[in-house]
């Protein structure tokens, strides 16, 4: 195989290799690839995207795209683009990547057919280069083998019967096109083995249904409708609106919700301050319940924004205006849910009690999870345990906290929560304590979450969303003998959580103070103090449960401050 660096003009040629130059975006049109310079806008460079995007508007169905190991997201949409044009696409199993961020992104985005390791990558591609649907029939009788109208008409009334959709008027390439590409996928190589596939397999039969109904939907896709949207028709809903009624848009076959954001956006631009006192309602239907559930989440992966509208065009897809808690799409509100899946989750002090429960408990929820510590081999054993990220790290040292959060975008390109737990206790009588026991505690739980959260809070105020979850405790409610350290350290924490909250909500960032108490955690034998079994005390699991559901809430609101008690503890 000819490997060589690509070039403006250079037309594709099959078995070679073609290696983007640097700093250059590459779109392959009519056979040839064009190169244009990367832009200077001070954005991350994907060239992966446009790049796939270009190829689905080239070869159609007979477009491949495969995701190995990398950094970030670039790729995402381009694969989005190839299946919806009714291309293949694959990506590298997460566990076999040295670099999971790309293809966990592509998988998040409901785009991917196959996972694999790059070794079974190669093989698959072997054999689909000789399916009929992407090795095009040499003659027509091959072709009608493969998905006669016979076979056609019988799956059409399998997925009448088994969705109550009736797709006897829908193109009939697009659903030829469609059939051909499930057999590819499931390894059929006829129409009538197929139909019996099937009849016996209700998740194919859905998977096929869903396939149909994949459309290519964006921000703002024809721009000029928008347009006339704004300068029409919204003016003319506002002149005959009675006084007090709500303005009312029903968005049919609206797919994963662009198109109804579009809307609500553009009449929010159209009212300018006069929204904040109209009530709104857009409603979304679809008969593609993934579509809705994509839709109501109110979270796209990572929208593309060449249609977007020029006020907002150069806006991270997070800051894009939405409207106000009135609107609704698909019956749900328009709202940014705190959907945990695939969220990014950075847990200072997770190796060990409360930050390891913590850690256990988003992963569960699917997020993707990042711990520090300071013990590298309890680092290690939580990190095999739990199949989270360790980062070794003394949150109090301020290199450390900056070198997390570089490890933390390059592993994962992103960040949506930062659990502020890393924090420890000397407790001596005030005649007894020395300074050095004193600035130790502090360093770590009052510098060291500052640190955290500093860093946190220029990745949030740049996306215009983010949560900041501190671990307190219920000492800082109050005093208690030998408390001197902690006990103040607690108090500035609380402190320190009313000032950023107060500074950072205007970016869209929760700021939240949850206060355990009654916990049994291995807290107090490293502080040098006992702790008896008792069945009728907290476990950190219980504070993670909390953590977990203040983070769900959706994003219009949030809690500021949650004290956790156990119901009736015996001392």
């Known amino acids: 195989m000819g490997v060589l660096e690509a070039s403006n003009g250079l037309k594709v040629e099959p078995d070679h290799l073609y290696v983007i130059p640097r700093n250059t975006h590459m779109s392959m049109v009519r056979g040839v690839l064009t190169l244009t310079p990367r832009g200077t806008a001070p954005i991350p460079h994907m060239p992966i995207d446009p790049f796939m995007r270009s190829l689905a508007a080239e070869q159609r169905s007979r477009a491949i795209g495969v995701i190995l190991s990398g950094n970030a997201s670039d790729g995402a949409l381009g694969m989005m683009a190839i299946k919806a044009a009714g291309g293949i696409t694959f990506a590298q199993s997460p566990e076999t990547s040295k670099h999971d961020g790309m293809p ?56 009448w019967k088994g969705t109550g959709v009736d797709f006897a008027q829908y193109k009939s390439n697009t659903i030829r096109r469609r059939i051909l590409r499930r057999m590819a996928l499931r390894r059929v190589e006829n129409v009538d083995a197929y139909v019996d596939k099937l009849r016996s397999d209700s998740t194919e039969l859905h998977a096929l249904y869903e396939d149909i ?195 933390v975008h390059e592993k994962f390109g992103d960040l949506d929560i930062l659990v502020n737990n890393a924090g420890f206790g000397v407790f001596k009588n005030l005649v007894d304590f020395d300074r050095a026991s004193f600035d130790a505690v502090f360093a770590t739980n009052v510098t060291g979450a500052m640190l955290m959260a500093r860093e946190a809070a220029k990745v949030f105020i740049h996306r215009n969303r983010g949560n ?61 103090l006992t702790q008896k079994a008792n069945e009728t005390k907290l476990r950190g699991v219980e504070i993670a449960h909390a953590v977990k559901t203040i983070l769900e809430m959706d994003d219009r609101g949030f809690t500021p401050e949650l004290s956790v008690f156990a119901t009736n503890p015996a001392d």
């Not at 966990?104 to 093989?123: N, Q, T, Y």
């Not at 091959?142 to 076979?151: H, I, L, P, S």
């Not at 009313?498 to 291995?522: F, G």
């Open 104 to 159: 966990r992104s592509a998988i998040a985005a409901g785009c991917v057919d196959f996972v694999l390791s790059s070794r079974e990558i190669g093989k698959e591609l072997g054999r689909l280069g000789k399916h009929p649907y992407i090795h095009p029939a040499q003659s027509p009788a091959e072709g009608e083998a493969a998905a006669t109208q016979e076979g056609v008409n019988r799956i059409l009334a399998l997925l």
């Open 213 to 407: 109904l994949i459309n290519v939907t964006e921000f703002f896709r024809d721009p000029e409708t928008f347009d006339a949207l704004k300068k029409t028709v919204f003016p003319k809903i506002v002149a005959n609106r009675q006084n007090g009624a709500p303005i009312r848009i029903w968005v049919p076959g609206c797919s994963s919700g662009e198109e109804v954001y579009s809307v609500a956006i553009t009449l929010l631009e159209f009212l300018e301050e006069k929204s904040h006192d109209t009530g709104i309602q857009i409603f979304g239907t679809d008969i593609s319940e993934i579509a809705l559930e994509k839709a109501r989440s109110g979270r796209n992966q990572k929208p593309e924004t060449r249609n977007q509208k020029p006020e907002t065009r150069n806006q991270k897809p997070e800051t894009l205006p939405l409207p106000p808690a009135s609107c609704s799409a698909a019956a749900p509100a328009i709202l940014l849910r705190m959907d945990l899946k695939n969220a990014v989750a950075l847990i200072t002090g997770g190796s060990a009690g409360i930050g390891r429960s913590i850690a256990e408990t988003l992963k569960a929820a699917g997020a993707r999870v990042a711990i520090t510590g300071r013990d590298q081999a309890r680092l290690a054993e939580a990190a095999r345990t739990l199949g989270v990220h360790p980062i070794r790290a003394d949150v109090s040292n301020e290199q450390d906290v900056e070198r997390t959060y570089r490890e």
């Open 468 to 528: 900041i979850v501190n671990i307190s405790s219920t000492a800082g409610l109050r005093g208690a003998a030998k408390g001197t350290a902690y006990y103040a350290s607690k108090f500035a924490l609380r402190g320190m959580t009313e000032c950023w909250r107060a500074e950072l909500r205007k970016y869209n960032v929760r700021v939240m103070l949850v206060n355990p108490s009654e916990v049994l955690t291995d807290f107090f034998q490293a502080a040098g």
